[in-house]
């Protein structure tokens, strides 16, 4: 019982600490690539495919119809809201390193 809890949990924190960790290392390999060079390029790779996790792992919790699965906590809200704005924040900051 124990180890069932602790793999469903584990898959649950891993789930939600991977992209954040994901939008890490995309912005400091961007700060290291500094321009148009390839740890630019991968920053932005990364960082990218850190945002779609955010949004699938968030999307694990509605229906197709944003109907809610599952009735989150308030602080889970509060980090829901906080890792999509964080997302958005890469995709600005992807943007900006783009076209400067």
Known sequence: MAVEAWRWTGRRIWGAVLPFV??????LLM????????LTWGGMVVG???AVVVMGFWSDF???????????SPFAWVVRIVSYLISLGFAFTAV?????
Do not use: H, I, Y
């Open 22 to 27: 994901m939008l890490v290392a995309g912005f």
């Open 96 to 100: 900006v390193f783009l076209f400067t």
């Open 31 to 38: 700060r290291l690539g500094g321009g148009n060079g390839p």
């Open 62 to 72: 509605a229906n197709s119809d944003g109907a809610a699965k599952v009735r989150l």
């Open 48 to 50: 990218a495919v850190g």
